[in-house]
């Protein structure tokens, strides 16, 4: 599965930079995060419950940073196992944009699933990957955005 997207973050990219790499500000962020810690300079581990139609999972995994330019983009390389529910693994390009006192955030992501999860469709798990990454980033705008709304002029 791919994805992509562009999200708007009223703060500057300096500021958003540093709640990407901040793991308690990453915890509060992503829907059904349960822990989050760094495990080393550019790796972390943690785990995430998640609900999918009828199948309920927590998936224990790691994160790592790959292509670091340091406050502009990086690479997230993830994998984690759910258990009987699979396994799921991927990776997104994410590349922070200034604009004006603001920040478009750019990503591109690709995912691979296995086990139950997989059987679940592909139309579901588009659906919940997509409701997902949109709660994310009211989340992240919540935390370091100075408007709650920033893609309203």
Same mark, same amino acid.
């Given at each position: ?31 059904g995060c349960e822990s989050l810690e760094r495990a =080393?300079?550019?790796?972390?581990? $943690?785990?995430? &419950?998640?609900?999918? %139609?009828? @199948?309920?999972?927590? *998936? !224990? ?47 591109? =992501?690709?995912?691979?699933?296995? $086990?139950?999860? &997989?059987?679940?469709? %592909?139309? @579901?798990?588009?659906? *919940? !990957? ?24």
């Amino acid at each position: 599965m791919d994805f992509d997207g562009e999200h708007k973050i009223a703060a500057p990219p300096a500021r958003v930079w540093q709640a990407l790499n901040d793991p308690t500000v990453l915890a509060a962020c992503v829907p059904g995060c349960e822990s989050l810690e760094r495990a =080393a300079p550019l790796a972390y581990t $943690g785990t995430v &419950a998640i609900r999918v %139609g009828s @199948l309920a999972a927590r *998936f !224990a995994g790691t994160l790592t940073l790959e292509d670091v330019i340091e406050a502009e983009a990086y690479t997230l390389k993830g994998q984690g196992r759910g258990g009987i529910a699979g396994f799921v693994g991927g990776s997104a390009r994410v590349v922070l944009i200034d604009d004006g006192g603001a920040t478009v955030l750019r990503w591109t =992501a690709s995912a691979q699933i296995g $086990g139950r999860l &997989a059987a679940v469709g %592909g139309r @579901l798990l588009h659906g *919940f !990957a997509s409701k997902a990454a949109a709660e994310f980033f009211r989340r992240l705008n919540e935390e370091v955005g100075s408007q709650p709304d920033c893609t309203r002029n």
